[in-house]
């Protein structure tokens, strides 16, 4: 058994206790295996462990793994921030995006979708702890920017993305997770094909499934350190 099979079984158990002891099932949350600055050989052996969805933060890099391992079982989700200048390769490439932030990239991902693939799953992005380091938008401009998103006809609205600021008080992890399980559950009533709240990390990721979270992005846990020097 790989270390990363091994790290996959562990993280797989750790989202399964936290599910349990909430009353959830595990099979409600989905793993996003974040890869970025790890090589496509790690993503071919987390998949051979299982493993199907993968998280990119670089556009480029995570083209490069697309095409490289060309695996169609394969669910690429884009989580970085998107420039405008990047939009194409992800509405070309990519599976979902997580990071719609502003009705001018939405529209970009809209007219770029390949008529001949399925549209782009999207996830709007909120600053829910208002740092300005983050992208995002404030959960008072969810409703304009969600009605905008759910008109395009190349994507589809899945639900919401945040990136809490951290903490290291389960219960202070709970009550901002609770605010955006509280957006998503709205978000859900007024648009019925909405399912996903991606929400929690290694640090929170238990607060974010107690919360209510459907999918949570973990990657040093399953991959280990990340060598960003590997991308200057």
């Known amino acids: 058994m790989t270390s990363i099979e091994q790290n996959l079984q562990q993280v797989r158990q750790r989202i399964s206790t936290a599910a349990g002891q909430c009353g959830r099932g595990p099979q409600e949350i989905t793993l996003l295996a974040v890869s970025k600055t790890k090589p496509a050989s790690a993503v071919a052996e987390a998949a051979a462990a299982g493993q199907r969805c993968f998280g ?3 556009v480029q890099e995570g083209v490069d793994k697309i095409q490289a391992l060309a695996d169609p079982c394969l669910v690429w989700h884009f989580i970085g921030p998107l420039q405008s ?7 070309e490439h990519f599976d ?20 001949d693939a399925q549209p782009l799953n999207v996830l709007i992005q909120v600053n829910i702890s208002d740092e300005h380091s983050k992208s995002g938008i404030t959960l008072a401009e969810l409703p304009a ?15 919401l ?3 809490p600021a951290p903490e290291t008080e389960y219960d202070r992890q709970l009550a901002v997770c609770r605010q955006m399980a509280a957006a998503f559950e709205q978000l859900q009533k007024d648009y019925p094909g909405v399912d996903t709240l991606s929400l929690g990390m ?27 020097a590997s991308r200057q």
């Open 96 to 115: 979902w995006c997580h990071t719609v932030d502003r009705l001018r990239i939405a529209t970009r991902l809209n007219e770029q979708r390949p008529e």
């Open 202 to 228: 290694s640090d929170d990721m238990d607060a974010a499934i107690a919360a209510g979270s459907t999918m949570v992005r973990i990657g040093t846990a399953i991959f280990g350190a990340r060598d960003y």
């Open 145 to 159: 920017l969600a009605q905008a998103v759910a008109l395009l006809p190349r994507l589809r609205l899945r639900g």
């Open 85 to 91: 200048n990047k939009s194409r390769l992800v509405a």
């Open 161 to 163: 993305m945040a990136i």
């Open 56 to 58: 990119e933060n670089y």
